[in-house]
């Protein structure tokens, strides 16, 4: 099988980049960057618009992350920003896509659960409706889908993932980060709901999708067991041996998100996301429990440099 993965630089799209290689597939990444990447062959594209790069696409699936990364205040510039680094790549795919003699056999569309918004207590499988808002979530996230809707292919899955967790990604880094400056404790009220994922399962579930026929249209990739922001706090102390976190008031994590550079909202709301499809489909998660995931990842951050994971 060839993979093409769009916006496959990333950390994210190296590790499924690397996951795919290792089991003997050709991967191809479609990067804006001049810079070789570790795992896939390098193709350039300007993300804008069709090119020579197309027939690279030719009876490939191909994986569409390309995006900027949310950490980021929402500013109208940002959220400009976060909007046009997703439709633009996905309407220069579509237009790839159009030059093909058939369609693509799959799209892996990347999308996230942020697209509920702030969604409280109800518990949320592929049935639920997106939100209306906040714009740096919802709106950014249904955005990305509708302009994903374009590119042709003869099986379509889109992919609404959680947080994904896996060393050197920012959301884990930035998280661990607080634990070890004594700023472990509960985010806000501490009981937003956050829907995760260990990185192994993402790409496994990736394969999943590739090899199951029958997957197709929305699919929710997130452990089966969300936990509020205390437990994910209290969890991650736990692991990290940090017995006790100050606890970030609503002020105090809007004040400390100027410095910071990002969007308070992305920590003080939340969504209690389930994988029903997936589940219904006899999926089995490697890593179904938060402490199990973040003690695994906390021992591979501590390996040797070259350990095997």
Same mark, same amino acid.
């Given at each position: 099988?060839?993979?093409?993965?769009?916006?496959?630089?990333?950390?994210?799209?190296?590790?499924i980049a690397r996951d795919l290689i290792g089991r003997g597939h050709?991967?191809?990444?479609l990067s804006r960057s001049a810079t070789p990447v570790r795992w896939g062959r390098h193709v350039r594209w300007d993300g804008r618009t069709a090119g020579s790069w197309a027939a690279e696409l030719t009876d490939a699936v191909l994986i569409n992350l390309c995006g900027e990364l949310v950490f980021r205040r929402a500013t109208p510039a940002n959220i400009a920003?976060?909007?046009? &680094?997703?439709?633009?790549?996905a309407r220069a795919l579509?237009?790839?896509c159009a030059t093909l003699d058939r369609p693509l056999p799959l799209l892996l569309q990347m999308s996230t659960l942020a697209i509920y918004g702030d969604a409280g207590e109800p518990v949320l499988d592929e049935r639920a409706r997106p939100a209306d808002g906040p714009p740096q979530m919802a709106g950014v996230a249904r955005a990305w889908e509708e302009a994903a809707a374009g590119i042709t292919a003869q099986r379509r899955v889109t992919l609404r993932t959680g947080i994904v967790l896996d060393p050197g990604t920012p959301a884990f880094d930035r998280m661990a980060g607080f634990v070890?400056?004594?700023?472990g404790g509960r985010?806000?009220?501490?009981?937003?709901?956050? &829907?995760?994922?260990?990185?192994d399962d993402l790409c496994a579930i990736v394969r999943h999708c590739v090899d199951d026929p029958e997957m197709s249209g929305i699919v929710h990739a997130t452990a089966p067991f969300p936990v509020r922001n205390r437990d994910l706090m209290t969890t991650l102390r736990r692991a990290l041996h940090r017995p006790f976190g100050l606890p970030s008031p609503a002020p105090v994590v809007r004040f400390g998100s100027?410095?910071?550079g990002a969007d308070p909202m992305l920590a003080l709301t939340g969504r209690r996301c389930v994988p029903r499809r997936l589940l219904d489909a006899g999926f089995t998660f490697t890593h179904a429990d938060l402490?199990?995931?973040v003690t695994d990842l906390l021992d591979r951050r501590a390996a040797p440099a070259g350990a095997a994971r």
């Open positions: 099988m060839r993979a093409v993965i769009a916006g496959g630089s990333g950390a994210l799209g190296q590790r050709d991967v191809v990444v920003l976060l909007t046009t &680094s997703r439709t633009e790549p579509a237009a790839a070890r400056w004594g700023l985010m806000g009220s501490g009981r937003q709901w956050v &829907s995760w994922l260990h990185a100027v410095f910071l402490e199990s995931a």
